[in-house]
């Protein structure tokens, strides 16, 4: 059973930096790429960033690009989200998901995963 668990989401001023980790069990962890999304306070569910198994290839949402990286560490199986100048608008709900795609890159489209943690809250202040 594939189980995935996200961490390091607090209160945080902006400018600041901040890395979440997304732990996966239950499964071979290379095998499968890993997606982040945010669901920011009355708005949809959107994508952030993601990352493939083994080659490490990645894809940045435009919002993401320039201040956020997404990175893994197969053999601890944990996938980073590191947010730098974060913003008030960065604020929300972070989510992990994993699937496996079969192909060498990963995709950023939220109902291609079908395995999410329960997300982690990021709150940026002014």
């Known amino acids: 059973q594939l189980r995935l668990m996200e961490s390091g989401g607090t209160l945080v001023q902006a400018g600041g930096s901040l890395r979440l980790s997304c732990v996966v069990s239950?499964?071979?962890?290379?095998?499968?790429?890993i997606g982040w999304f945010r669901q920011a306070p009355g708005k949809k569910r959107e994508a952030i960033g993601c990352i493939n198994g083994e080659d490490g290839s990645t894809d940045l949402s435009d919002a993401a690009k320039g201040r956020f990286t997404v990175s893994r560490e197969n053999a601890k199986r944990t996938a980073y989200l590191q947010m730098d100048s974060l913003k008030p608008e960065d604020t929300g709900v972070y989510f992990c998901?994993?699937?496996?795609?079969?192909?060498?890159?990963?995709?950023?489209?939220?109902?291609?995963?079908?395995?999410w943690g329960q997300g982690t809250q990021v709150t940026v202040s002014p």
């Open positions: 239950g499964v071979t962890f290379k095998n499968y790429a």
């Open positions: 998901a994993a699937d496996r795609f079969g192909v060498n890159y990963c995709k950023l489209q939220q109902n291609e995963y079908q395995f």
